[in-house]
């Protein structure tokens, strides 16, 4: 039998054990000195000398996470915002995620926007008005109250308007989010009658209108009776501006690609905001086991060579409703399932489907994110605050342009996102300098996302050397290859 001492007792034993250590140390030292090699009159070496405790840290709640004791007092210090920039919030970054935290959905916008447009140079200068600007071009405002209506309006911040979104009330401009259109400074958008800013829904209302016209900005306002008919608006909107040709909006190579989720199931529609915001793709909305008439209005236009994507499986979507789509294109579903791989349909979720959506890829329709190995962007986002998922898309339209991942907890990931951040985790073979990484964004406060599931992403994104025998996940740039 093994007698252990208690916790306290046991660090007092460890430290008489490293007592003992550190004399013979000492005597092995002594011992150098007087054989010449660390010789006191030596210029060519300096002095190693060994400390050990001798004390027990105080004691802490959780001696594992702070152990030698809890810091104490608010933030050492402050980040002042850069000069001219006065309402630039800092935000939290770790190796290889950043926090772009928001306490409300209308915080949640200005975070993303903050990040993705310095609007440090002139209106004027030099590639404004290029792919890649400085300032937007526009915006897009819309309330934090309809899920419907802001998955809707997504299309319309795409190039050629580049217009990203902030939210408003149904009575006015919260003064945040005047701020902030303020500080964008945008460009307007010079395809569409050098509008400022498109007002989709409850957006077009008196009060935010009268706040727009005080501040100089030219608008146009975008609603419809229902959400199928806003969806065909906007599609005919942007279409429109893309391309003026056949008002559909196209790929480069001719696709003709729509979205289509349930709107009894939209979080499994959420994924694709953040590649609307990225590709020129159309977005529709069905029900479950029905096709609204303004729906097919929208597919008519792409003269049957639409390519649809349904997200969700047959619970969301009816294998009804897909074969009556098949009559304006191509079907395909984005979903968990593979009926090549599984004898029985697997469980799926949004967040199924996200994950499913990052790692496919259609060729035809240029479709998908195709990440299966490392060198990437994500987004992550509470299923439970879609305004923040919505809000974050611009981060698919600019930057490491970073598709939506999505959990169900606030305090962990869920097992499939956890082993697929694993599978794509970056390894090297000859130095860490040769990359790749991996970037993820971390949306909303600390209830929605906790700061230690930020950690534990951060944790497992972290490049590791391929050659070491316990690394077993993870791969290299070749490794996200169709």
Known sequence: MIWRAPARSRERSVTTVAGVSLIAVTIVLVALVLAGVFGAGSSTVGNVKLSTATTV??????????????????????????PGQPTLV????????????????????????????????PENAPNENDNVPDRPWGVTLLTPDDPLTAITAVPLLHFPDDAPILYVTRNGIPAVTANEIKRLGDTGMSRYHNVDAFLVGAAANAG???????????????????????????DQLYGSIENPDT???????????????????????LPATHWVSHMESGLLWVNANSVPQATIAALRRRNGQARIYLFGGPQQISGAVAKQLSRYGAVMRVTNDDIVDFNAVPTDTPVDTSIAFAKMWDPAGQVGWKITGPGHGFTLVNIADWQGAVASAPLSH???????????SSGKLPPQLDA??????????TSPGDGPYNMSYVIGSWTQVTWPVQAHVDYISEMLNRRVWKTSTGGRYTDSQP
């Open 57 to 82: 840290s105080p004691l802490t709640p959780d001696v594992q996470m702070d152990p030698f004791g809890a810091p104490s007092g608010k933030a050492d210090y402050s980040v002042p915002p850069p």
């Open 90 to 121: 800092p935000t939290i970054g770790t190796k290889t995620t950043q926090r772009l935290y928001g306490a409300n959905p209308f915080q949640e916008a200005v975070s993303v926007t903050q990040h993705v447009f310095p609007s440090a140079l």
């Open 208 to 234: 935010v209108e009268r706040q727009l016209r005080a501040m100089g900005l030219k608008y146009a306002t975008v609603t419809a009776p229902n959400v199928p008919a806003l969806a065909n608006t906007v």
């Open 247 to 269: 008002g559909v909006p196209t790929m480069g190579n001719g696709a003709q690609n729509v979205m289509v989720g349930s709107m009894q199931s939209y979080r499994y529609l």
């Open 398 to 408: 600019l930057g490491f342009h970073a598709p939506l991942l999505m959990t169900d």
């Open 420 to 429: 697929y951040y694993r599978s794509v985790a970056p390894t090297y073979l």
